[in-house]
Nanobody
Framework: KVHLVESGGGSVQSGGSLRLSCTAS????????MGWFRQAPGKEREGVAF???????NYAESVKGRFTISQDNAKNTLYLQMNSLKPADTAMYYC????????????????????WGQGTQVTVSS
């Protein structure tokens, strides 16, 4: 059974940094595409950063230059380094995995990724 567990959320002031982690189990890690999503209260879920099974990376425009997605295949772990955080980044952050090759394509098609973590809260105060 696929299991995703996020950690690393918290409360920081504007301009601060956090690193989120997502540890995966229950499948062959490198064969799935992975991504970070977020959802703020009253808003729709949005994709933040994706990494495909071939290593291709894509970011939402709102986080380009501030967030970095990476992974450690040996540890089956996905990361999201978030720098220069803004109050607008406040949201519940979720890790997702999908057996299709590209999370970017999954998003573009409006398909919901197959597997999700429980989420970790990020709160940025001004």
């Amino acid at each position: 059974k696929v299991h995703l567990v996020e950690s690393g959320g918290g409360s920081v002031q504007s301009g601060g940094s956090l690193r989120l982690s997502c540890t995966a189990s229950g499948y062959t890690y490198r064969t799935y595409c992975m991504g970070w999503f977020r959802q703020a209260p009253g808003k729709e879920r949005e994709g933040v950063a994706f990494i495909d099974d071939d290593g291709t990376i894509n970011y939402a425009e709102s986080v380009k230059g501030r967030f970095t997605i990476s992974q450690d295949n040996a540890k089956n772990t996905l990361y999201l380094q978030m720098n220069s955080l803004k109050p607008a980044d406040t949201a519940m952050y979720y890790c997702a995995a999908d057996p299709r090759p590209s999370m970017t394509t999954v998003q573009a098609l409006g398909v919901t990724p197959l597997f999700w973590g429980q989420g970790t809260q990020v709160t940025v105060s001004s």
